[in-house]
């Protein structure tokens, strides 16, 4: 079978990551999951979750440095584009990802872990931590959206014809718009706006987490020229809700030139925290 332009940029940003990489297909009541893990076998687990459309291999420029002192289980999401499997168990609510993500640690055979998420995959993360506090060492979020706070409208308006008519035209001007002044990665840019076209994709949305709740350590990094939301206004809501977690911004970041972006400055801040 000849490979789609998908799997063909799939396997271009792959390629990113350090040759010793292991990609592992971890069976679960919801489909396969595939899972690219990288670092010493003796590491402290940490499993990465990234936004909508950006599939596990966003983190290539973070797990060269990431993996030196971390055993890293970067995940493609459960219904999103990517070489994760949606099939046995339907996918209906933030429950259902939840209890998938319950699974997918169970057959990574970690008890275990830190969890960091980006926008999308933050979400998902503080729902977990939510529900299985005892599984989740330390929490980072990455510019995360609908937790302290919703999109703004403008946002919302420009993502519109990417969500109606998926073509990747519309996800480079979505792009290009919201990491003005910042490029990223093309080879990830390419994937990105391949992702969004990818037929029968099911982003389960749900509302604002109670993330009061949370008991773990938490990091909040925001990217200081999102236009998801006011990142000023994300800022003092995390820290009036977690007095206790960590809050900081990340100098010249947009919300979806992150990860890629200044990975070096990331990096070191996710190592301080989770040390």
């Known amino acids: ?23 592992r297909d971890v069976v679960t009541p919801y489909g396969r999951t595939r ?21 596990g291999l966003v983190w290539f420029a973070n797990a060269p440095a990431l993996g030196e002192r971390f055993r890293i289980h970067a995940v493609d999401l459960l219904g999103d584009a990517g070489r994760t499997e949606r099939r046995g168990t339907p ?3 933030a ?4 209890a998938w993500l319950d699974a997918l640690l169970d057959g990574l055979g970690l008890a275990r872990t830190h ?8 979400w998902l993360a503080v729902k977990y931590a939510l529900r299985a506090p005892q599984r989740v060492d330390r929490l980072a979020l990455l510019d995360p959206t609908q937790v302290f706070a919703g999109f703004r409208p403008g946002y919302l308006l420009r993502a519109l014809p990417t969500l109606i ?26 994937l990105y706006a391949l992702a969004t076209t990818v037929p029968d994709r099911k982003l389960v949305a749900g509302g604002r987490p109670p993330i009061a709740g949370l008991s773990m350590p938490v ?26 977690g960590e809050v900081a911004l990340l100098p010249e970041a ?5 990860p890629l972006t200044a990975p070096q400055q990331l990096n070191d801040r996710l190592m301080d925290f989770l040390r």
């Open 254 to 258: 947009t919300h979806h030139s992150l």
């Open 91 to 93: 996918l209906k609510s």
């Open 115 to 122: 969890l960091c998420g980006h926008s999308y995959g933050a």
């Open 35 to 55: 899972v690219h893990v990288y670092g010493p076998a003796d590491g402290a687990p940490l499993v990465l979750l990234p936004g909508g459309s950006a599939t």
């Open 95 to 98: 429950d259902d990802l939840t």
């Open 1 to 23: 079978m000849t490979p789609s332009a998908f799997d063909l940029a799939y396997d271009e940003l792959r390629a990113r990551w350090p040759a010793s990489t292991e990609e």
């Open 165 to 190: 008519r998926p073509s990747q035209d519309r996800a480079r001007a979505f792009l290009a718009w919201e990491t003005a002044g910042v490029r990223p990665d093309e080879a990830w840019q390419r």
């Open 219 to 244: 990091l909040t990094l925001l990217a200081e020229h999102s236009r998801a939301h006011r990142a000023d206004k994300v800022a003092d809501r995390a820290r009036r809700t977690l007095p206790h």
